[in-house]
């Protein structure tokens, strides 16, 4: 059945009527007398003084043992004031306190003799937001004619006496009030254990990052805290519900199952409508129908919850409460299951945010990956030059990064090789480097003239078309005349603006920077000076063109990463081209990062190129740069 809605009779709960406290208080049948937390009468209510036959004025402000004085019969065997530690419980445990029967004689107005009466009295503390006590109230009801009368029934030796009938009326609800405080005071214990269980369950659910963790907390750890013994989560999917069921115990096995969303079981119920339902036992089940009574026989559960799970107002799912035995529900306990509910209705919020965010993150990925290979296309195999390229993006970054490389066959036969780097890793830095890279090979192709030269212009271009980019840029040319061919010799002529300097591998395995300073980067001044640089390459060598990426490192010099790439090369100089640019990528930059995600802090764009001996065979085909 679901939670009753307020009777249509009653004042609208959103429109509560104005109350004057004050004369509420001073009104009430009962005394009352309220007590700062260090026991100084604060207020007591008319029913109060003319109990205790004094007046407000006589009260108020003093210390409550000082207006009414203990006698030394209200002392326990310790010593100490029953009432006072009656109090103090109460003000320090933040929980009601009660002596159903007390015996404490009070001072007679009129003659001023100390009168013994008997009262049933009950501390409860005023607790403000944080759950300190503010204050104590003391419920006071005088019961002094009922022992009196119950004494006297005593002294005369039984039969039906005058009075019998109320006395025994009297003694029936004094134990009807020891019963419920006890009842209420075991509740509350429960109540606590219930909430220290589930604050462990919470932590919990903090750190559950799928929805298959989050059933299994919940059905697991969470029905257990609630003291359910079977349960389950129901998560929206479209069209359908998918339950994951357990009965109780961290060794239940899980079930799952699919309903429709809108089948008339309180479970897909709850998850699309966002309203509870609470069946307190067996027959209400049976009336409730709609597959009820074949889940109470399944699982031997007799009284259910239903609760939605709603993230902003709007129903992902529900959680469903199983109990062995019939359930009132009382306001206490749904309070707590909502709790519990809003908690698996956040930590499910947040699994699926980041779901979200990482199918968004791999569709970025994918197209950058798809960017990427569209820009670096297929690399040419000129005779006795084989050429292999790799690229390796960045770790903190989910977009392609401006790194690029490209490499041409001119129409004089040289070979045309370009590395450069764009400023920055998103898909900004990506398009800038499209642009640039294909400039910069148009400007190579259109103007044979040195390296120098065509670099200048790129940087003419940057500024006229007003691509807003800088860009470091390494442009070389691998030439042999034929005079150098018939020696099998090559050479290099190259110029940097602002990029790493080429490694050369000669066949017998010595490696070298080749020297030469390098210029401004693109983008910052056209008109700088740019400079050329020449070198002979042996067959059989290597040249090796990168990326900062390969070599720099967070808090270590550029020196020692470019010592540190010398170092890998002349080690893995015996291996074929391929291999070798593996080994030194395995090296340099997957050994410096962890085995959970194995790549660098920035891009890494690689170009190598082996000179082989003119009368070697032909090399193999490298095909393109890869990811």
Do not use: K
Not at 242 to 259: F, K, N
Not at 297 to 306: I, K, S, Y
Not at 596 to 621: G, K, Q
């Amino acid at each position: 059945m679901d939670v009753p809605a307020p009777s249509p009779t009653g004042p609208s709960p959103t429109t509560p009527s104005p109350t004057d406290f004050r004369a509420l208080f001073e009104g009430l049948p009962t005394a009352y007398l309220v007590m700062s937390t260090d026991l100084v009468i604060v207020e007591v209510n008319r029913a109060y003084c003319h109990l205790l036959g004094r007046t407000r004025e006589d009260l108020v402000g003093r210390y409550v043992f000082d207006a009414f004085p203990p006698s030394p019969e209200a002392l326990d065997d310790q010593g100490r004031n029953t009432l006072q530690v009656s109090f103090e419980r109460a003000r320090d445990s933040g929980q009601p306190d009660a002596l159903p029967l007390y015996t404490y004689g009070v001072a007679d107005p009129a003659t001023g003799r100390v009168v013994e009466r008997h009262w049933s009295l009950i501390a409860a503390p005023l607790l403000d937001e944080d759950g300190r006590a503010t204050a104590v109230l003391q419920r006071v009801e005088d019961v002094t004619d009922y022992v009196l009368a119950s004494q006297a029934l005593a002294q005369g030796g039984g039969g039906e006496q005058p009075g019998s009938a109320r006395l025994a009326e009297v003694e029936a609800e004094l134990r009807a009030r020891v019963q419920e405080l006890q009842a209420a005071r075991e509740a509350e214990r429960a109540a606590a254990r219930t909430v220290t269980a589930l604050a462990e369950v919470t932590l919990q659910l903090a750190r559950v990052d799928t929805v298959q963790n989050l059933t299994e907390v919940v059905t697991r750890q969470g029905l257990s805290a609630l003291g359910a013994q079977g349960g389950a989560v129901a998560i929206r999917d479209g069209d359908a519900v998918r339950l994951s069921m357990s009965g109780l115990g961290p060794r239940a096995p899980l079930t799952y199952a699919e309903m429709a969303a809108d089948d008339p079981l309180p479970t897909p119920v709850a998850a699309t409508t966002g309203r509870r339902t609470f069946l307190t036992d067996e027959a209400a089940c049976r009336a409730y129908g709609h597959g009820m009574p074949e889940a109470v026989r399944l699982t031997g559960c007799q009284a259910w919850a239903f609760l939605p799970l709603l993230v902003g107002g709007v129903p992902r799912g529900s959680l469903s409460v199983g109990y062995a035995r019939p359930q009132s529900f009382p306001a206490p306990v749904v309070e707590v299951l909502d709790a519990f509910a809003a908690q698996c209705a956040q930590a499910l919020h947040r699994i699926r945010s980041r779901e979200a965010e990482r199918a968004r993150a791999a569709q970025a990925v994918a197209a950058s990956v798809t960017l990427q290979r569209a820009m670096l296309t297929e690399l040419p195999q000129p005779d006795h030059l084989q050429l292999h390229a790799r690229y390796v993006p960045a770790a903190d970054t989910e977009q392609v990064g401006g790194d690029w490389y490209d490499a041409v066959v001119m129409p004089d036969g040289a070979t045309t090789l370009v590395i450069g780097d764009v400023i920055g890793h998103d898909m900004r830095a990506a398009a800038a480097m499209g642009q640039l890279r294909a400039t910069t090979r148009a400007m190579a192709w259109a103007f044979a003239e040195p390296a120098s030269h065509v670099l200048t212009r790129v940087d003419q271009a940057i500024a006229g078309l007003r691509l807003d980019t800088m860009a470091t840029c390494l442009l070389a040319r691998i030439e042999q005349d034929p005079a150098a061919a018939r020696q099998g010799l090559r050479r290099l002529r190259w110029s940097s603006a602002g990029h790493p300097p080429p490694l050369l591998l000669t066949a017998e395995g010595t490696a070298t920077h080749l020297p030469g300073d390098s210029d401004l980067l693109l983008g910052v001044a056209p008109s700088a000076d740019r400079h050329d640089h020449l070198a002979d390459l042996p067959p059989g060598s290597t040249l090796l063109l990168h990326t900062d990426g390969l070599v720099e490192r967070r808090g270590r010099p550029l020196a020692d990463g470019l010592e540190a790439l010398r170092r890998a090369a002349e080690r893995h100089a015996p291996l074929e081209l391929t291999a070798l640019v593996d080994a030194l990528l395995e090296d340099l930059v997957h050994a410096d990062t962890t085995a959970r995600d194995p790549r660098t802090s920035d891009d890494v764009a690689v170009l190598a190129i082996r000179m082989h001996p003119e009368d070697a065979p032909r090399p193999p085909e490298a095909g393109p740069g890869h990811l």
